[in-house]
């Protein structure tokens, strides 16, 4: 979301005033539970899918003169959308496109990194492998620094075309983005990923589908296939005496039992104890009051507080959610 004040048109008037701008793109109410990983949330007041930087960019800029609240939906695994739904403008980011320059790859921010990877094994480019099995698409990877195994995007960043919150278009640079654990830049600024370029390099086809291959039976050996669910609910705690230097978050978890809990539709994967998944009933008012359940019991047991890797979208019934 990039703006807290209130519409200075009703949600009527709103809606037209977008239509009128964007013939044929503006929904309303339009559910979302399609629309994330968990399969549950109320719908969106406003609803447009963009394709084009250019479409972007203008939307940002009318909605943001609206004064209506947005926010930028990838693939929605890493959110959890209330109950309620949203009340503003969703935005969802279809900008695609696949093209190599060199050993350099750059993507539109709505493919999804699986087919990311892909594309960069047919193209025999190297460095991306250890993303294998990581959901979303390459805007939010961006967005949040995603990450596996000891490495993460900003180990490839090279730059992005990134799109403010009032419609501006611009090129930034890998130092803008002060890159941390789970973190970019993107998440103070409010700003939008229109395209990422990243450099890789040469390898073999048969070597770099074989680390594919590897990581991802390893992925599917503990992570879920089909079951609803955003991955890993929350951070690993930063331990330089921790391997790869991360505390699993998982690992706390079991010690206090997460794989024995359950409330309402929602329960944890039984081989993850960091996974919340969806058994099919859950509202995200289920999994919201889990996730408070295993964060009240680690901070008892472990004086640790664990943080969340997902975003909370819409109103909650605990107050700041």
């Given at each position: 979301m990039t703006t807290v004040k209130k519409p200075l048109l009703n949600w009527d008037e709103a809606a037209g005033a977008l239509k009128k701008g964007f013939a044929g793109q503006i929904e309303t109410d339009r559910p979302l539970s399609s629309f994330n990983t968990f399969g549950t949330g109320g719908p969106a007041r406003l609803f447009a899918e963009v394709r084009t930087t250019e479409e972007l960019a203008k939307l940002v800029q009318v909605a943001h003169e609206l004064y209506i609240p947005y926010?930028?939906?990838?693939?929605?695994?890493?959110?959890?959308?209330?109950?309620?739904?949203?009340?503003?403008?969703?935005?969802?980011?279809?900008?695609?496109?696949?093209?190599?320059?060199?050993?350099?790859?750059?993507?539109?921010?709505g493919e999804r990194l699986e087919d990311l990877i892909n594309f960069a094994a047919q193209c025999a480019l190297s460095g991306l492998e250890f993303a294998t099995g990581i959901w979303g698409t390459v805007g939010g990877a961006v967005y949040g620094n995603a990450g596996a195994y000891g490495a993460d995007i900003s180990t490839l960043f090279e730059s992005a075309q990134l799109v403010d919150r009032y419609g501006n278009m611009r090129e930034e640079k890998m130092p803008y983005f002060d890159f941390s654990y789970r973190y970019s830049n993107l998440k103070k600024t409010g700003e939008f990923v229109a395209k990422a370029k990243f450099a890789l390099r040469k390898g073999k086809k048969e070597s770099i589908q074989a680390k594919i291959d590897e990581i991802s039976a390893l992925r599917s050996e503990r992570l879920p296939r089909n079951e609803k669910s955003a991955g890993c609910f929350f951070k690993n705690i930063i331990d330089s005496q921790a391997e790869h230097g991360k505390l699993p978050a998982g690992k706390l978890l079991e010690g206090v039992g997460a794989k024995d809990l359950h409330f309402g539709g929602a329960s944890i994967f039984g081989k993850h104890a960091n996974?919340?998944?969806?058994?099919?009933?859950?509202?995200?008012?289920?999994?919201?009051?889990?996730?408070?359940?295993?964060?009240?019991?680690?901070?008892?047991?472990?004086?640790?507080e664990l943080k969340e890797e997902i975003t909370y979208l819409g109103q909650f019934e605990e107050e700041g959610l």
């Open positions: 926010f930028m939906l990838g693939g929605g695994s890493n959110v959890l959308v209330s109950d309620r739904g949203y009340e503003g403008l969703i935005i969802k980011n279809s900008i695609m496109g696949l093209s190599t320059e060199g050993e350099s790859i750059t993507s539109g921010a996974i919340i998944i969806n058994t099919g009933t859950a509202t995200s008012e289920d999994i919201r009051k889990l996730a408070s359940i295993l964060k009240d019991r680690v901070k008892e047991k472990f004086g640790i």
